[in-house]
DNA sequence: CTAATGACAAACT
DNA sequence: CAGTTTGCCATTA
């Protein structure tokens, strides 16, 4: 249940929700992709605070979002460490050490793929 | 109202 | 090139 959340904090984290819930199955895209494409590249860090509060959506993939250097900086906030690891190692994404290889290559832009025509 | 923290990112040394 | 430091925006104490 929200309890302090304003109808302007909910639109910030709606639209991280809302990208979050765009990325194909198989990809990863990181903080500042998404704080980008909302406009506030410098507000990564609180994409990082909506993925948090995104634990009351279960529609809200948040192990395919981690840090611009593909390390899984957040496993450690899922309700078990090898939960996200083992999500994304589902969808055919390798990991090793916590960070995830072909990174660059299964990164997901939203600003590329969602970009407005 | 001020200070500190945070699932980050860019800049500097 | 790698490690360290500062900056950003929002939330919490």
């Given amino acids: 249940m929200i309890e302090n959340l304003n109808a302007k ?3 910030f ?3 991280v929700f809302e990208v979050a819930k765009l ?3 198989g990809r990863v895209t990181s903080y500042g992709a998404i704080a980008n494409y909302l406009g506030a590249s410098r507000a990564a860090r609180m994409v990082g605070w909506a ?3 995104s634990h009351q ?3 809200i993939p948040a192990h395919r979002v981690v840090n611009r250097n593909g390390l899984l900086s957040g496993k450690m906030h899922f309700p078990t460490p090898d ?3 083992q999500s994304l190692e589902s969808e055919g994404i390798r990991i090793q050490d916590d960070q ?3 990174f660059s290559e299964i990164f997901w832009d939203p600003s590329e793929e969602l970009k407005l025509p």
């Fill in 9 to 11: 904090n909910k639109d």
């Fill in 23 to 25: 990325i194909p199955p």
């Fill in 83 to 85: 939960s996200m690891q």
């Fill in 51 to 53: 993925m948090n509060a």
């Fill in 100 to 102: 995830i290889l072909h």
């Fill in 57 to 59: 959506f279960p529609e």
């Fill in 13 to 15: 984290f709606a639209q």
